[in-house]
């Protein structure tokens, strides 16, 4: 089983790219469980969430506690929560960040997990003129980074609910994170 948890503000599509992942995994054959993680939140309030892919069914039903992956949306939630707590020493760490993953490693006080960053929010405001994609770039820089889904997979998860202009802007944002995400 290959666990994700994500860190996110309320707003930033935290619930949405966990469910598009996890829809890809599904085309894929694969079963899955996708949930977030919030209180009585507010627009802008830290948030999770959890997606897990299994080849066979999954009969667990708890928040994610030792992730294979974490997915940080919004870097600045780095200094006030513990987005490594748990993460697996094999595991993976991917920011939405300018910085290098080396720095974000660093910051964090990792040492065995792989570190990937990129600039999700810049490539979205370029595509998007809005900040509003960056998690479909994120998808992408997941996508990318693990190979977990296939690209093709993540592509048919964005067209199930996206269409228009939209759709194309959110495909070149998938494939834009795939090919900018840069590795430790």
């Not at 993460?87 to 660093?106: F, H, M, Q, R, Y």
């Not at 405001?125 to 693990?146: C, H, P, Y």
């Not at 093709?152 to 959110?170: C, D, I, T, Y």
Request: charged share 25%; proline share 4%.
């Amino acid at each position: 089983m290959f666990e994700v948890r994500w860190h996110g503000r309320a707003g930033q599509g935290v619930i949405t790219v966990s469910r598009l992942l996890g829809l890809a995994a599904m085309i894929e054959g694969k079963h899955i469980q996708a949930f977030p993680e919030f209180g009585p939140e507010r627009l802008g309030a830290p948030m999770g969430g959890f997606t897990r892919i299994s080849e066979k069914p999954i009969e667990v039903h708890s928040k994610i506690y030792q992730p294979d992956l974490v997915v940080v949306l919004d870097e600045t939630l780095l200094p006030i929560i513990n987005v490594s707590e748990g993460l697996k020493s094999d595991g993976s760490l991917i920011v939405n960040s300018i910085k290098s993953p080396k720095e974000i490693t660093n910051r964090l006080g990792l040492k065995g997990p792989s570190s990937y960053c990129v600039d999700a929010t810049g490539i979205s405001l370029k595509i998007l003129e809005s900040s509003r994609g960056f998690n479909t770039v994120m998808l992408g820089a997941l996508t990318e980074s693990t190979k977990i889904i296939s690209m093709k997979s993540a592509q048919e998860a964005v067209r199930s609910r996206f269409s228009g202009q939209l759709l194309e802007k959110n495909l070149k944002l998938l494939e834009t994170g795939s090919k900018e995400v840069i590795a430790e």
